[in-house]
């Protein structure tokens, strides 16, 4: 899917609502990726956001060690894809190559963005301070890439194998 | 809205999807609560939700000195209300009563659930670690709250006024 710039003040509106994400990490010439749904904004500007990710995940200790990653955003086309990466380890599986993902070289990162996601976020480790305790990184999005597609079926989990498409969107009006 | 026990262990299911929640706490007789959908799962058991909740709400300072609060989630039906509690502040407000909202008694902490959202959530403060730096809370689920409510339409923050409602639920097929 081919993207544009996106200006990084408006990161929030791309992930307060919830979706899935896949997080793409690249050590030792081997690119990975895994999917989650544990993230929020932390702040809009620079724009961070926090994620949990295991330390049972390979990418725990790649993005310790390369103090980077991409954050794709999914969408309904590529599910199966989404739902395969986060049900495997790259421990033993290159994962791009198993469910016929495309990385793209990013600009400012080694990490790959996915080029069937609707949108990706080159991101720098910010804090790890939180990791050991309870597996919180803190990223900053430092070059953020968006396809023009309007309405994306963005993914949200519910449990298992389940997920929720976005519906109608309300705009709810001032009390007074 | 009536609701019954939940489970603890299965309350990553009503946040994971991304929906706005309504915090709200109690301090010197006085209740109060603001909207947030700035928030991640952290753990699944004992349930651990990190939230950010800016130093420039009251909500801040009394979370830190109470140590208590609810995570509740509105639907559509007060999506109004939501907002209002989102863009007014509790110093001057009593916004349970200009906005028409119903304090219930919870079991476990002097917060008060909001009869009006259809899950509630009781929370003791589990780690302000971070919040000086990040404003960011570690929260532990102590006693949950769901009514039957049959897919309730939460709101999902796409910024400013605008939400997004949840659409179709679909089941994603394994890869193999």
């Keep these: 899917?081919?993207?544009?710039?996106?200006?990084?003040?408006?990161?929030?509106?791309?992930?307060?609502?919830?979706p899935v994400v896949?997080?793409?990490?690249?050590?030792?010439?081997?690119?990975n990726v895994m999917t989650l749904s544990w993230l929020t904004m932390v702040d809009f500007d620079p724009p961070l956001v926090g994620c949990v990710i295991s330390d049972e995940n390979r990418t725990f200790g790649t993005l310790k060690n390369t103090?980077?990653?991409?954050?794709?955003?999914?969408?309904?086309?590529?599910?199966?894809?989404?739902?395969?990466?986060?049900?495997?380890?790259g421990a033993d599986t290159d994962k791009f190559a198993a469910f016929?993902?495309?990385?793209?070289?990013?600009?400012?990162?080694?990490?790959p963005l996915i080029k069937e996601c609707y949108a990706?976020?080159?991101?720098r480790l910010e804090d790890s301070g939180m990791s050991d305790?309870?597996?919180f990184f803190v990223l900053k999005v430092v070059k953020a890439w968006v396809s023009g597609e309007k309405k994306p079926k963005t993914l949200h989990h519910l449990g298992?194998?389940?997920?929720?498409?976005?519906?109608r969107t309300?705009?709810?009006?001032k009390w007074k």
Tied chains: 1, 2.
Excluded: D, W
């Excluded at 990706?120 to 991101?123: K, P, T």
């Design 22 to 31: 896949m997080i793409s990490t690249a050590a030792g010439g081997r690119n």
């Design 133 to 135: 305790k309870y597996n």
């Design 1 to 18: 899917m081919k993207k544009k710039a996106f200006p990084l003040v408006k990161v929030n509106t791309l992930l307060q609502h919830g």
């Design 100 to 111: 016929g993902l495309t990385p793209q070289k990013a600009s400012l990162v080694k990490a």
């Design 170 to 173: 309300v705009k709810v009006k």
């Design 160 to 167: 298992g194998n389940s997920f929720m498409l976005p519906g």
């Design 120 to 123: 990706s976020l080159e991101c």
């Design 67 to 89: 103090c980077e990653c991409v954050i794709n955003i999914p969408t309904l086309a590529i599910a199966r894809k989404a739902l395969a990466c986060g049900s495997t380890s």
